[in-house]
């Protein structure tokens, strides 16, 4: 619908025509589509309509005070969603509750069997993002012990089974999405990162499963598993890989990037996440993959 239309439809509904001397915030639905009007003092109303794709949804991030949960943390926030970020550490959570202060916190290890129903007792999820993961031990196959080529099974892995079974037992709501953030070495290899790839599969299969087992007993649960399918620089994960590449080949960091080319960003990883969280069934499939071209089906 064109912005214009919205507008004089506000105005058509509207029994006091607005007064755009003063600002002022207007909230309304047009079909399932909600929208925000915020508008300046003076300003042009066609201009200032803005749609708030999770406005009223409850998100809930686990890993959101860092990297690419906090991308997520951000754009659910901007969307008009009631956002808790959940992490480990005190100090990353309070900066980002600085940052957007409308943002719960919630302190605890996401490999906890006990944190699921922890997570759920604070806020109870529409739209659940399980985006946590260790960073990986950067060395050759050779030179890795078992405890560091499984880290990303006991971490990564462990929490996407524990929130896709609680999603499934508890239940949580029919219309609820569960995200699980994998990554495209889980498709390519990650030759230095030990068992990273293959527990990145692992969440693919985990979403997979958990959607079959959702369908089987009619919860109306959405299970998705998304790739980005690139290294991000940007993160604390994304920029040990980098350095670990680049020092394996011999190159600076910035030119092991160059010689890469263009990666997706956490804010377009984000931007996918809103997508899927907004639209669940816009798409067939459950697994996809993130890239600086845009989303594509996997599986
Ligand atoms: N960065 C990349 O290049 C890249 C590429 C493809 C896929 N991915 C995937 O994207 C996801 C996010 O990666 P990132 O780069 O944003 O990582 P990051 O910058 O290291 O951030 C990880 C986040 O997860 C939290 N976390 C880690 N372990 C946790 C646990 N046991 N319980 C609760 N929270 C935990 C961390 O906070 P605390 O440490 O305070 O708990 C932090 O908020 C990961 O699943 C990763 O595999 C990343």
Redesign the pocket.
Known sequence: MGEQIVAALICQSLSHPLDTRQNCIVFFTVDTEQFCLVLKEGEDMNESITTQRLHGKNVVV????????RAIVAAAHAEGAQVLA????EE?LRKLVAAFPAVQMLRL???DESAPAKVFATLSPDVLVV?????PHAAPLGEQSWEQFSRNWN??VK?SLFFSQAALTTPLPAGTTIIL?S???AIGGSPLSGGYSGS?RTQMFVANYAQQEADRLHLGLRFLALA?GG??PE????KT?VEAYASSLGLSATDFIKRRGLSQT?EQVANAVVEFASHPSSREGNVFLVSAKGIEAIS
Do not use: H, Y
Not at 62 to 69: D, M, R, T
Not at 131 to 135: K, Q, V
């Open positions: 686990i890993g959101g005070s860092k990297g690419v949960g959940v992490a480990r550490q990353p290890d996401a490999t985006c946590a993961g260790a960073i971490s990564d929490m953030i990554s495209g070495a990145k980005p290294m991000m993160t604390e994960l994304g890989a956490p």
